[in-house]
């Protein structure tokens, strides 16, 4: 039975896409097959085709949930009056989703499965989360709190900030979870105060 009746659609969906992602993580491409994915779900492999088509569509759905659930993160962030303390909180909320999703985060930023390659219209449905960098951004000049720049090149460099902090993090480059957090607001600090009007 694809759907079984203990599970709805988003509870199926969400545990084939996390066993597909601890897979990938813990054992590489090659261990990534529809049948290994379902028993690692406790479903048989039609589920698996009654949701995704195939393990190119589970793919391509596992790449599309990380960035659902850093939308999802970055939504769940408040805009309050202070333009950089948002986009700092941007960041933290960037780096609490790649440590809640570490078997995704591959997936989404690297290229773990060679075959798979994003296309246009998985690149428009990812956009926002770069966007809501992009907008975070402008605040800080348009308010005066950065000297003037392009909002999208500081959006590109708090992104790799982020995504390189995040990177070695994940390895355990970064020391325990208080020193990589220290790592974590040392180099932000240190990029503020760059960017900050003279």
Known sequence: MARPRNRDYGELRRALIDAGGRLLAAEGAPALSTR?????A???TTAVYSLFGDKAGLIREMFLAGFERLAGAFAAVPRTDDSVADLLALGRAYRANALANPHLYELMFGRPIPEFQPDAEIGARIQPTFDALVTAAARCVQE???AAADPNDLA???NA?????????LRGALGDTDEAYRHWNGAFDAMV???ARP
Do not use: K, T
């Open 193 to 195: 105060r760059g960017l």
């Open 144 to 146: 005066g709190a950065f």
């Open 161 to 169: 900030l982020a995504h390189g902090l995040c990177s070695l993090e």
């Open 36 to 40: 290994r994915v379902a028993q690692q």
């Open 42 to 44: 406790g479903v048989s």
């Open 156 to 158: 590109v460099r708090v």
